[in-house]
């Protein structure tokens, strides 16, 4: 018995292998800038206060919410590693790195949040009214939980 095989090409792509490769090697590159701009933006996030609203200014998840947003009642300073219910646990979108965490994770208690956190000792937490939390590292958090609860 005779075997017959019959071989067809694919129809080559309309690009050439060198684009594709420079493609390839592109978005890595432009991936990193991407990430080396945030985490430079991260490290200059600021935070202000005013008598109407919290200002958050710096990365990429700015923020502009007026005192009417803000639960501040809810406001509080806590330490993660011992308030274990408002931990991060999945990253929704973000940057989650050691030491630097921004972005939309959802947090132990199921609870959305926004985060911008560099220290996990001195965390300000913040509910809004707005269906998420904010958890935010602050230079002087007894400071800033003094000032937004002076808004109200």
Do not use: C
């Not at 095989?5 to 050439?16: D, K, L, V």
């Not at 292998?17 to 978005?27: K, N």
């Not at 989650?96 to 965490?101: A, D, M, R, S």
């Amino acid at each position: 018995m005779e075997v017959i095989m019959y071989t067809f090409n694919m129809i080559p792509p309309r690009t050439s292998g060198m684009a594709l490769m420079i493609v390839a090697i592109l978005i890595p590159f432009l991936i990193s800038i991407f990430l080396g701009i945030d985490l430079y933006m991260l490290k200059h996030v600021k935070y202000n206060i005013d008598r109407n609203e919290l200002q958050i200014k710096g990365g990429l998840y700015k923020r502009v919410l007026s005192k009417d947003e803000l639960d501040l009642d809810s406001v509080s300073i806590v330490d993660l590693n011992n308030k274990m219910d408002l931990a991060p646990v999945i990253k929704r979108n973000g940057i989650g790195l050691p030491g630097i965490k921004e972005g939309w994770f959802k947090l132990r208690n199921g609870e959305k949040a926004l985060l911008f956190l560099t220290d996990t000792k001195n965390v300000v937490y913040i509910r809004t009214l707005k269906g998420y939390a904010l958890l935010l590292s602050v230079s002087n958090p007894e400071e800033f939980v003094k000032k937004l609860r002076a808004m109200g």
